[in-house]
């Protein structure tokens, strides 16, 4: 049975820093790339960055967002510094065979989300 399940999100000010975490299970981790999505409350769910053998940014994150993985723990990252109201949403990660890619209904698998609010 796949499993995504993602942690690490929270209330945050702006200017501060949060780091998700997505524990996968169920498949071989190696051979999949992982992807960070989120969706804001009325929007549509929007690519973030995605890792394979290198990692991808959407412009509005690069530079303050990390994407990380380690194989031995199956386990995806995002550090998000330098947070802003705008990246309020719920954040998802997500598993597609092979190279990573920007497009959503690219990824297979998809874990539940957490919600991650940039609010003073």
């Known amino acids: 049975q796949v499993q995504l399940v993602e942690s690490g999100g929270g209330l945050v000010q702006p200017g501060g820093s949060l780091t998700l975490s997505c524990v996968a299970s169920?498949?071989?981790?190696?051979?999949?790339?992982m992807g960070w999505f989120r969706q804001a409350p009325g929007k549509e769910r929007e690519f973030v960055s995605s890792?394979?053998?290198?990692?991808l940014y959407h412009q509005s994150v690069r530079g303050r967002f990390t994407t990380s993985r380690d194989d031995a723990k199956s386990t995806v990252y995002l550090q998000m510094n330098f947070l802003k109201p705008e990246d309020t949403a719920v954040y998802f990660c997500?598993?597609?065979?092979?190279?990573?890619?920007?497009?959503?209904?690219?990824?297979?698998?998809w874990g539940q989300g957490t919600q991650v609010t940039v609010s003073s």
């Open positions: 890792i394979g053998t290198r990692a």
């Open positions: 997500a598993a597609r065979y092979g190279e990573y890619s920007v497009v959503d209904v690219r990824y297979e698998y």
């Open positions: 169920g498949f071989t981790f190696g051979s999949y790339a």
